[in-house]
Nanobody
């Protein structure tokens, strides 16, 4: 069973930086996408950034130029480096891993979520 363990959330001032980490254990994916989503109360969960096994990335327009997603395939870990944080970045951030296993069955897993609060 795949487990995603997140870390790095917390309180930061506007304009500050924060780095989120998510380590996946028990992965048997042949190919995978690791991603960060975020959600605020009363709103739908939205994709923030995603990265494939090969390193291709995709970002939400609201975070382009400020957030950088990366992954360490050896450690099976995905990171989200956030700079120039704004109050509107405040949300619960969720790590996601999806892909095809060795039998080419689609699987998807979520982390527990970590709260990022941007406030002065």
């Amino acid at each position: 069973q795949v487990q995603l363990v997140e870390s790095g959330g917390g309180l930061v001032q506007p304009g500050g930086s924060l780095r989120l980490s998510c380590a996946a254990s028990g992965s048997i994916f042949v190919t995978s996408v690791m991603a960060w989503y975020r959600q605020t109360p009363g709103e739908q969960r939205e994709l923030v950034a995603a990265i494939t096994s090969g390193g291709s990335t995709n970002y939400a327009d609201s975070v382009k130029g400020r957030f950088t997603i990366s992954r360490d395939n050896a450690k099976n870990t995905v990171y989200l480096q956030m700079i120039s944080l704004k109050p509107e970045d405040t949300a619960v951030y969720y790590c996601n891993m999806s892909g095809m296993d060795f039998l080419y069955r689609y699987q998807e897993f979520w982390g527990q979520g970590t709260l990022v609060t941007v406030s002065s």
